[in-house]
């Protein structure tokens, strides 16, 4: 008997502006590779005035679902039917999942980044955060940090109202403490002595402005930090090639790049990702 003839493949992406620069593409492509599924993944260049256009294209051509990046991760959310409460809580979305007709936000990009620290044998518990951002990446990271037990979490944003914001919401539903710190035009904030985790949650650093930093006094970071960054592309960003000459230990951003991927892969297929396959297809290119 002729098995039937499929030319169609499920589709799946990335919404970003800008997006051209994003590696995303390369781990899910090897994933669907491996795992011998029919589908593609494609970075979609969508500026913000046309976010509500896209999700309806999405809808209308049967996406099976899409990741959100800079500026997108909150500004979708009137676009969708429902979010899953951790994306509640957050207040971001970077992963959509068509669930028949219905298009749900969800959140990975904090258990990701929960996941890469773990593998490198840290716990979040009991730590004392530095976090550099209030955006989309930044309240996942937080939030999720903030859940699985740490202690205190010092948020720096050039807009105080989103760090505040933020450290709310952080106070209200979790054990962990939390303060805000307003960045001022020009000023690079010292890290406080006792913390334990230094992460940059904002854009700057990411290519084609490589030699960009975000507002730190690197003087301030200290060897018992685990510095991190969630920059993907490059990996090694001026900012934790810094960290490590003050001999802190670093964590790119292609970790939790991986690891939120592989929750997403999952979400949108229903399998266990091929995670090394992941990886080394973006160490293929980064490292």
Partial sequence: MTQPVNYRHEIVGVFGYPVDENPTLLMFEAAFKATGLHWRYQNFLVKPE?????????????????????????????????????????????TVV???????????????????????GVS?????????GAGGAARAIAVELARAGAAQLTIFNRTLDRAESLAQV??????ARATSAE????????????????????SLGLYPRIDDLPPVDTETIRPHMLVCDVIPNPPRTRFLIEA??????????????????????MLWTGMDAPVEAMRAALESVFV
């Fill in 183 to 202: 960045v001022r035009p020009g000023q690079r904030v010292a890290i406080p002595a006792d913390a334990d985790l230094v992460i940059n949650a904002t």
């Fill in 244 to 265: 490590r000459a003050k001999g802190a230990a670093t964590l790119d951003g292609l970790s939790m790049l991986v690891y939120q991927g592989a929750i997403a892969f």
């Fill in 98 to 120: 068509r669930e028949g007709d219905a298009l749900v936000g969800a959140n990975t990009d904090g258990k990701g980044f929960l996941t890469a620290i773990r593998l490198r």
């Fill in 50 to 94: 046309a976010l509500g256009d896209a999700m309806r294209g999405m809808r209308a051509m049967n996406f099976r679902g899409v990741n959100l990046t800079i500026p997108h991760k909150i500004a979708v959310l009137p676009y969708l039917d429902r979010i899953t409460p951790e994306a509640a809580l957050i207040g971001a979305v970077n």
């Fill in 124 to 132: 979040p518990a009991g730590k004392r955060v530095a976090l550099i």
């Fill in 170 to 175: 952080i106070n209200a539903h979790t054990p």
